[in-house]
């Protein structure tokens, strides 16, 4: 089974700066999806990105950005230009391919400073 | 179809009491889970159903738990004899089989107070 670990209980930034949010995971497995979701306040949780471990790309959708090194089975999220919408709960997920259920770290409480 | 709907938003019962929860997933995902978050925690995983059979239930999900999709629509989990551990969010939510990948859609969760 796979185990997701974020080390970062919370993190502040200050509004237009860039953030960086660390996630570590840990698998045998050689095909996994890795995801960052956002949860706000309002509680939904909302897809923000996802990495195919097979891909060494790494993915960026507009101001978020992925550093995935899977050697080290570390997945971190780079949110550039911050806005004060940004401002969540960010879980670090992984699914194995072919398996049954996303496991999620702890998350990452972020602040966003006007 | 807007995404995947959850009621009652909010929840607040007394020890010992029953309560029930409804999830009704995008139309076409045949896939519907069920995770419980606790506060300022990740989401941990309770069951999952495949259509209407329910394939996998976690240790988490004690025998007062239970979850039923009959003919594979909507969701219902039913908690007997509430104790104020059982206090948290209950999110659900839903996916094609084929798109485990893709992750999963979330609805807004119910959150259960326990008192």
């Known amino acids: 089974a796979q185990t997701v670990t974020q080390s970062q209980p919370e993190m502040s930034v200050q509004e237009a700066e860039t953030v960086t949010l660390s996630c570590t995971y840990d698998t045998s497995e050689s095909d996994y999806y890795l995801f960052w979701y956002k949860q706000p306040p309002s509680r939904q949780m909302i897809l923000v990105i996802r990495q195919e471990a097979y891909k060494q790309q790494n993915a960026t959708e507009n101001r978020f950005s992925v550093n995935f090194q899977k050697a080290a089975k570390s997945f971190s999220l780079k949110i550039s230009d911050s806005q004060l919408g940004d401002a969540a709960m960010y879980f670090c997920a992984c699914i194995i391919q072919g398996a049954q259920k996303l496991v999620f770290g702890q998350g990452t409480r972020l602040t966003i400073n006007p | 179809d807007t995404g995947v709907s959850q009621d009652p938003r909010h929840k607040i019962t007394k020890r010992g009491q029953n309560v029930t929860f409804r999830c009704d997933p995008i139309s076409e995902h045949n896939r519907l889970y069920w995770y419980r978050q606790t506060l300022g925690q990740g989401p941990e995983f309770l069951t999952y159903?495949?259509?209407?059979?329910?394939?996998?239930k976690s240790r988490l999900l004690s025998d007062r738990f239970s979850a039923e999709r009959p003919k594979g629509s909507f969701s219902t989990l039913e908690i007997q004899r509430t104790e104020q551990g059982d206090s948290a969010m209950y999110l659900c939510?839903?996916?094609?089989?084929?798109?485990?990948?893709?992750?999963?859609?979330f609805g807004s969760g119910t959150r259960l107070t326990v008192v």
């Open positions: 939510a839903s996916s094609l089989t084929q798109t485990g990948g893709y992750g999963y859609t």
């Open positions: 159903f495949q259509n209407e059979a329910q394939l996998e």
